[in-house]
């Protein structure tokens, strides 16, 4: 998978403490491996250096999602986003339990339950328990993962990333084009390595659909950014 290369040619850039004989034989592989590879033109094996076709890669990649990163940035956001990602796996019955549930719904009902409230409440714990089982939970702990990963990957520091190869980089500045130049791999080794790491990954194409819902929804019904 290109991913897969993607992965290996930044491993083999940050070192991992390879030996001097297996680095040889891997540098041979991997320029077998991406000579045909939308990514080779990233690396110069020869020179040790980042082309600038790498700055321009994370450059439009920054481009797409930093409206995301500042909308994820928003601490108060968080507690929404993992409300809305449980109750977006619960039915209106569900939902009106919870509600029953809350501070506010108790409140009411202490005046018109008199002696019955507990009872009423242990039978809407109950009901609660009962609807919301092992499989729900589990996936709304997947969708909700997912989001907190993507945070990650979008809260990544793009702009110190990009200054290596431009120094007069703007924060949030889409429009000017930078003026990218090769910089040595080594220079990169840590960012890089922190990027591999907060790559978010999902085989369900449904996830992130689900995902980009609740991020819709908590913006207010507008997408954060674009989706095609």
Known sequence: MPEDIFNRVISFITGDNEAAS???????????DV???????????????????????????????YPLQLFLRDPARDAKIKQISLEAFLDKKMMDVIK?????GIAERKRSAGENLSKLLQD?????????DSPKIATADRCYNLIMAMKQLVTFDFCSFLTKFDPEIVEGDSLTQPKFAPVEANILTGELALFSSVIPYSEEEDDWKTVFEIIKYCKGGVDVIPLT
């Open 22 to 32: 297996d680095k040889d034989l891997l540098l041979k592989q991997l320029v077998k």
């Open 124 to 132: 809407d714990l109950a009901a609660l328990a009962a609807g919301f």
């Open 35 to 65: 000579s045909q590879n939308k990514y080779a033109k990233f690396y110069r094996a020869k020179q040790g250096e980042m082309d600038i076709a790498a700055a321009q890669y994370f450059f439009n990649l920054y481009k797409i999602i």
């Open 100 to 104: 029953r549930l809350s501070p506010d």
